[in-house]
């Protein structure tokens, strides 16, 4: 029987992000013209934080959501109505119901403050970021404010794909259908391949041994990493005077989610290389179906790769110690 279950890669859309004219905001729900196609009612699902929501977290058996904006940072005024929004919602269905703050990853100093205020005013358990702002990446000096408020505050961030900049976009462009360029910009390929390199960057440039405490989640599996984790281990040895090497940070500063993968063969690797208490199921929803995620645990469970214990920690453990919640029985 599954245990409860507790996600922490679950999206909405807010309210003013569908309605701010910025040009900006427009290009970013441009980007999900394709989603919106190719999943029903995924629109409607993105907005909801509500009843619907609770539904669907019902049909997959999901305990307790740790919800959070989807991709496409907004500016700082956005992202305060964003977090508000999702308060609201939070404070509505508490038990059911966690936040994840959106930060205006542009801007450093702002994303401190924000991440200061949702934390402190509204509970949010972290924050969930986008991986690049425009193409560029946070390993710079300019965001040691931002890194420094996560260790103060004590809480991870979850470091989301995003789709890519324009400068980006022509690494995904060939002889091929506009979709495969779509694709493999973003879900196909793309999206696990720069939160990858954005990872490897923070540690190429000793974050973690300047913030030691810090804690990063990444989703989908660790976004590849795990199959190339010994070769890293072996290679990253040339890439400064970091303090601690690289196999310690990943067991002692990231932790990674099973968001919608639905397979065994990779666990398999994940579970030869990385630790069990680091390990955290997600769904990725709306753009995954709670079911899906489902169907997988009860798959995991049948296959006799992870003890009864194991399989809890996976389940919610893992996730009520990271984030300091508790998941309804």
Not at 25 to 54: C, H, N, S, W
Not at 300 to 320: F, P, R
Request: net charge negative.
């Amino acid at each position: 029987m599954v245990p409860p279950l507790i996600t922490l890669e679950e999206h909405f859309f807010s309210t003013a992000l569908f309605n701010a004219n910025d040009k900006s905001m427009t290009d970013i729900t441009d980007r999900y013209v394709e989603q919106f196609k190719a999943i029903p009612g995924i629109k409607d699902q993105l907005q909801d934080l509500d009843q619907r929501r609770l539904s669907d977290m019902d049909k997959g058996k999901v305990s307790l959501q740790i919800i959070s904006h989807a991709p496409g940072a907004p500016n700082a005024a956005l992202c305060k109505a964003a977090n508000d929004q999702l308060a609201a919602a939070v404070q509505k269905n508490p038990e059911r119901f966690a936040g994840f703050a959106v930060l205006p990853v542009s801007e450093p100093e702002e994303c401190a403050g924000e991440l200061e205020r949702t934390v402190k005013q509204h509970g949010f358990v972290g924050a969930l970021i986008d991986c690049h702002a425009d193409g560029k990446y946070f390993d710079g000096d300019e965001y040691d404010v931002m890194w420094k408020k996560f260790e103060e505050l004590d809480v991870p961030c979850y470091i989301h794909p995003a789709w890519p900049s324009d400068d980006m976009e022509p690494r995904f462009t060939g002889n091929f259908t506009s979709g495969a360029t779509k694709s493999l910009g973003a879900s196909g390929w793309g999206w696990h391949n720069e939160v990858a390199l954005h990872t490897l960057r923070l540690y190429a440039s000793c974050k973690f041994d300047k913030f030691p405490k810090l804690k990063i989640i990444i989703g989908h599996f660790g976004e590849m990493v795990p199959f190339m984790l010994e070769r890293i281990a072996k290679l990253s040895v040339r890439w400064g005077d970091q303090h601690r090497k690289w196999k310690q940070v990943w067991d002692e500063n990231i932790w990674i989610t099973t968001s919608g993968v639905w397979s065994l063969n990779p666990m398999r690797t994940i579970l030869a290389n990385t630790k069990i208490d680091h390990i955290l199921y997600s769904v990725d929803y709306p753009f995954e179906q709670n079911e899906n995620g489902l169907k997988w645990m009860d798959e995991l469970e049948e296959s006799g790769l992870v003890t009864k214990e194991q399989l809890d920690m996976i389940a919610y453990k893992n996730s009520e110690k990271l984030l300091r919640v508790t998941a309804p029985q």
